[in-house]
């Protein structure tokens, strides 16, 4: 299981416990101590089975956009267990909802010594790509490899979106980003091409107010700026109406833009659509003409509080090939 460590005193023991165990890699003590000193301060995840620690990772922001795999140790006995791989995939999925671009690592370049050689192989075996080599960052003994992965893919993206409902940092959202998130919704396809979705930024402190005040029970009260998305029930042929899947998507692909531009939301329509009609409240404020139906509100904004995946059904019991059995 992997675990989240916060407190200092923990973080300090468990990366004792495994790099003095691991001296072929850790020999020398003052680096050593220095890796366990600064391990108190970094955001930190220990793999545990039962009573046993198997392995550890720290993260260190390295730039406003990167990350660092600071250090990272995994008994010798625990070694092709997968334990450094989900390591890396929590560490991975920190970095990405705290919108990092970039995940660094460094090592002793390939060709060195054996021990290292298995490093460099499991970094890349990660998706690591080689950036470059500095000969004396370290000592010419030790050439430095470093290592970078982008953590902006589509797919990235999608495995780290996950409905927020925290509460937001007082920062504005530039109005670049509100058009790049807004150009992405009205990017998604429609049925018959019908593009029935239109969608109003809201950033106007006061409208916004306006805007908040309308959604009770309250939620997204801390949110800087929000999307309101709006549809138009027009049949795309016959009598075949597609508004729903096409608003949908347009607000997947909006979420997956916030997402990827180190913001946070979450889908609220169930909350505005509900019996009591939140929605015709905020379309009133928003001055939105007969015709158009407000179904979706998306707080736009960067996270104050942590947050975690919700639990999902396994992949195994929800996707199939071929046919069901
Ligand atoms: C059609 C739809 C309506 C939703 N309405 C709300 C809502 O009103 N309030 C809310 O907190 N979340 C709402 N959500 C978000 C879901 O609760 C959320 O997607 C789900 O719990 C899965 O979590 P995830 O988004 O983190 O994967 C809605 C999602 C969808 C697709």
């Known amino acids: 299981m992997i675990r989240f460590i916060e407190d200092a005193n923990e973080k300090r023991r468990i990366s004792r416990e495994i790099l003095e165990s691991l001296t072929e890699w850790f020999e020398v003590e003052a680096s050593r101590e220095q890796y366990i000193k600064e391990s108190a301060d970094q955001p930190f995840w220990a793999s545990v089975d039962g009573d046993v620690t198997e392995g550890f990772l720290c993260l260190k922001e390295t730039g406003r956009e990167t990350m660092e795999l600071a250090v990272m140790g995994v008994r010798k006995e625990c070694h092709r267990k997968g334990v450094g791989r989900r390591l890396f995939a929590a560490a991975k999925d920190y970095a990405s909802m705290k919108g990092y671009e970039f995940i660094q690592v460094k090592t002793v370049r390939s060709g060195m010594y054996e021990d290292y050689d298995i490093t460099n192989e499991f970094y890349k075996s990660l998706g690591f790509k080689e950036l470059e080599v ?82 009770d029970p309250p939620v997204a009260q801390t949110a800087p700026a929000m999307i309101v998305v709006l549809t138009q029930r027009i049949n795309a042929y016959r009598d075949r109406c597609f508004a729903i899947q096409d608003y949908s998507a347009a607000i997947e692909n909006m979420l997956l833009a916030i997402v990827e531009l180190g913001y946070q939301s979450c889908w609220y329509e169930g909350h505005i659509t509900d019996v009591d009609r939140i929605c015709d409240k905020i379309a009133a404020v928003l ?28 992949v195994s019991e929800r996707v199939r090939f071929n046919s069901w059995t």
């Open 134 to 215: 500095f000969p004396e960052y370290w000592d010419e003994a030790n050439p430095c490899q470093i290592y970078v992965m982008s953590l902006k893919s589509a797919v990235g993206t999608i495995a780290t979106r996950h409905s927020y409902r925290g509460r937001f940092l007082q920062e504005s959202v530039p109005e670049k980003d509100l058009m790049t998130i807004a150009k992405a919704g009205i990017d998604a396809p429609s049925g018959c091409n019908k593009q029935t979705t239109d969608v109003i930024i809201v950033n106007d402190p006061e409208i916004l107010a306006k805007v908040k005040e309308q959604l």
């Open 287 to 314: 001055n939105v003409p007969e015709g158009y139906e407000v179904v979706c509100i998306l707080p736009v904004g960067k996270a104050e509080e942590d947050f975690h995946a919700p639990s999902k059904r396994p």
